[in-house]
């Protein structure tokens, strides 16, 4: 027998398993292959960009890892993502900062960027099928060496990365009307104090302003949505960011914004699983950034974690599929970096499809009447079902690797490139 044989059998059987809790398996496969992941184009480069050859500068952000070949220039980065694509199933999306824009040689700093600095980024997405999102870089920049941005108390400092929000908005328009599907673009900035400050107020009322400022135009959602991001601390800010949770969500709430809810921005107890329900009964949409952290905000690759597998479910189980957008963001310079999206992409997959086939009427039931002992025992039975088989006839459906296969591609890959 064939193994492609193999795997239909296996299939077959499998859906036979679910159906007897009433779980229409090819209903979950159809769903599932309508989301849409957005890869963060930084994990192909260390967060680098094409600003400067020197890469990051500070500001909060750190990779660590020296592993070789990682992507010098757009055009590898583009090749490094077409790879990654090939081998996870599904129709899916990029997510760019500004500095990964093409200026030709010219130096453009970030407050005069335009829509045609990523040209050739919206040429590639267009001929291939996949929707662009787009993130302001509020750091590795001379203003932005004290760690103050948009609560910068100099106003020409504050004015620049206003002038920077209100450039990415633009580009994040120009994107959605390109390639007809709403560009989210998101802003997130480091501010804060690395040691306990006097006062928690003026800069946050800076923010309020600075970010005022930059949403006063109104743009059609049709091509652009508009998320803000906290962070509990980061590198320099491990007292105090003026950008926290209780702010953004307030000011999401108030401007009809959408709240980015990243996973390593919280205390490393907290999941951001159970945020979602709650956030979604005040604000219409949010946005994941979805990473791993490990001991702090450290991006590890995403693994098919308890934590990964929880939002995923609380997505699915909240019938939030249309208000949720879901983002990668981890940056691993310590492993292949294409295999680093490929295995945080595929189990992000495989989470959402573990949670597609869940059988939602029962457990609901069983909740509802009280019935938390045969809701256990379900959900508990679920762990065994034959879900890997209903994984690998997606893969084969997709006409991507099964199994580890898509390793061996990735190293043949690998081995091709002339990267050091």
Same mark, same amino acid.
């Given at each position: ?208 302003? @600075?970010?005022?400022?930059?949403? #006063?135009?109104? $743009?059609? %959602? &049709?091509?652009?949505?508009? =998320?803000?991001?906290?962070? +509990? ?100 310079? @310590?492993?292949?970096?294409?295999? #680093?999206?490929? $295995?945080? %992409? &595929?189990?992000?997959?495989? =989470?959402?499809?573990?949670? +597609? ?64």
């Amino acid at each position: 027998m064939s193994i492609n044989a193999s795997i239909e059998q296996a299939y077959a059987l499998a859906r036979e398993r679910y159906a007897e809790l009433g779980v229409d398996t090819e209903q979950a496969l159809n769903t599932v292959n309508t989301i849409a992941i957005s890869l963060h184009c930084w994990q192909g480069d260390d967060v680098g960009g094409f600003e400067n050859s020197d890469g990051l500068s500070g500001g909060g952000i750190q990779a660590t890892g020296n592993y070789p070949g990682k992507a010098r220039t757009a055009d590898e980065l583009r090749a490094d993502l077409d790879k990654a694509f090939s081998l996870i199933p599904g129709t899916h999306r990029v997510n760019l900062h500004s500095i990964y824009a093409e200026t030709g040689g010219v130096k453009v700093d970030r407050d005069q960027l335009l829509p045609e600095h990523f040209a050739n980024w919206m040429d590639w997405a267009k001929a291939h099928n996949h929707g662009l999102d787009f993130n302001g870089s509020f750091f590795s920049h001379p203003l932005a060496s004290d760690g103050f941005t948009l609560t910068s108390r100099d106003e020409a400092t504050r004015t620049f990365w206003v002038n920077h929000g209100i450039a990415c908005r633009k580009i994040g328009e120009a994107f959605g009307r390109v390639l007809g599907t709403p560009c989210v673009t998101n802003v997130w900035i480091p501010d804060g104090y690395k040691d306990i400050p006097y006062d928690r107020k003026t800069p946050r009322e800076l923010l309020t302003q @600075s970010l005022d400022a930059i949403f #006063a135009e109104e $743009i059609d %959602a &049709r091509f652009l949505l508009d =998320a803000v991001e906290s962070k +509990l601390f980061g590198i320099g800010s491990e007292s105090y960011v003026a950008g926290s949770h209780e702010f953004y969500l307030g000011y999401a709430m108030r401007k009809g914004k959408l709240l980015c809810l990243d996973a390593g921005h919280y205390h490393p107890t907290e999941t951001i699983a159970d945020k979602i329900s709650s956030s979604l009964l005040f604000v219409d949409e949010v946005l994941l950034h979805v990473s791993r952290g490990v001991r702090w905000d450290s991006d590890h690759v995403v693994i098919l974690s308890d934590d990964l597998r929880a939002i995923a479910e609380e997505i699915v189980r909240g019938g939030f599929l249309e208000r949720v957008h879901i983002g990668l963001d981890y940056f691993d310079a @310590s492993i292949n970096r294409v295999a #680093a999206w490929v $295995i945080g %992409a &595929r189990c992000m997959v495989k =989470a959402l499809l573990i949670a +597609l086939l869940e059988p939602a009427d029962t457990l609901r039931e069983l909740e509802s009447t009280g019935d938390f002992t045969g809701r256990l025992a379900l959900l508990e039975e679920l762990k065994t079902l034959p879900f890997s088989a209903v994984w690998e006839y997606y893969c084969l459906q997709q006409d991507v690797p099964v199994g580890m296969a898509w390793l061996n591609d990735v190293r043949q890959y690998e081995r091709s490139l002339a990267r050091v």
